[in-house]
């Protein structure tokens, strides 16, 4: 196949399918004891070989002052912790993960204010247009020079797309359209062989349903308008979904009854669980495949290679975080203190 010519002129090669297995990791809502947790993923998922970790949004809890955060700066105000809670973020979380490819989507506490979504755009713009998202971008349209909360990247075969539901506008009109023309081209993309949709709140009408994007009628409609559109992906082709937002993890999140009554049940995880405060699992949890609260952790995807397992292609795995795991010089910088705090105190009945 010969290369493709993208906007400024520059040439992207076509894809190349894997050979082999290889894994990728995701989970979300890293405030409260990130600090502390996400170094801990970022090593295992190393360990792994993960060619990518996949942040599902909820960064810092802005509204108050992260336990992480307060342990290292006591005597910090609220306007310096504003002013330097994604850049603790950045140093404390991403770089812990050195090397690896690190995306980053949106989730409610990036709209606390004073933070927008304008400031996070801006913020993590470094991480939003990274190489493959920015020439996803341009390939699907050569004169898009726009930065967005929303984006995908397709990867040996996989359609990546990550979305925005960070505030109750969310999916907003654009992002519908943009959304349902990605999944046009998916449909007859003759390379496209599966698709993972990552955001923050899941989907509606789901065991979840009381923290999700049910939570606001706007959501409720166009939740509803991307599932059903995922649902006629499904028909042809592997469709998984993910969220965050509740502090727990959960497999098969889709087995209710609305959707046995109204399409069918999607695969889908709930992996929130990156070190914010823990919930307590919603009244149907025992209709899930796996339902583990009070757990620390991320999703070990690995997608199998072309031919393996066509209806199947990625097995996804939770990988729990125990307070063994916290690398040595991050116990040593919070101290036994936050620690016990964490792994012991951090939850929510």
């Known amino acids: 196949m010969a290369a493709i010519l993208i906007g400024g002129g520059s040439l992207i090669a076509p894809p190349t399918l894997a050979d082999a297995p290889w894994n990728f990791a995701v989970s979300g809502d890293s405030r409260n004891c990130g600090d502390v947790v996400m170094p801990s993923i970022a090593a295992d998922a190393r360990a792994n070989s993960a060619v990518f970790y996949w942040h599902l949004g909820d960064l810092r809890a802005i509204n108050d002052f992260d336990e992480d955060f307060r342990a290292q700066y006591p005597k910090a105000t609220i306007s310096e ?125 789901s065991l979840a349903r009381g923290h999700s994007m049910s939570d606001a009628q706007n959501m409720q409609v166009t939740g509803l308008q991307a599932y059903e559109a995922l649902l006629e992906v499904r028909k042809t082709k592997p469709v998984y979904v993910l969220a965050s937002h509740s502090h727990f993890v959960m497999e098969n999140v889709f087995n209710t009854a609305y959707w046995h009554d109204h399409g069918g049940v999607l695969p889908g995880w709930i992996i929130g669980t990156g070190g914010a405060v823990r919930y307590a699992l919603p009244p149907d949890a025992s209709r899930a495949k796996l339902a583990k609260t009070h757990v620390y952790g991320y999703l070990l995807a690995t997608v199998s290679p072309p031919g393996a397992d066509d209806k199947d292609p990625i097995r996804f795995s939770f990988q729990e975080m125990t307070e063994a795991a916290v690398p040595a010089d991050v116990a040593q910088r919070f101290g036994p203190e936050l620690l016990h705090f964490c792994y012991q105190e951090n939850a929510r009945n």
């Open 81 to 205: 912790y504003l002013a330097t809670a994604w850049i603790d973020f950045e140093r404390s979380q991403i770089e812990a993960f050195g090397t690896m490819p690190f995306f980053l989507g949106i989730g409610n506490h990036e709209t606390v204010p004073p933070k927008t979504r304008e400031e996070f755009l801006t913020t993590f713009a470094d991480w939003l247009d990274a190489p493959p998202l920015r020439e996803q971008r341009l390939q699907d349209d050569p004169h898009d020079h726009t930065l967005r909360a929303y984006y995908h990247w397709i990867r040996d075969g996989v359609d990546f797309i990550s979305l925005d539901n960070a505030t109750p506008d969310q999916f907003d009109a654009a992002q519908v359209a943009w959304l349902k023309k990605i999944l046009q081209n998916d449909r007859h993309d003759g390379t496209v062989r599966a698709l993972v949709v990552g955001m923050h709140e899941a989907l509606p009408e």
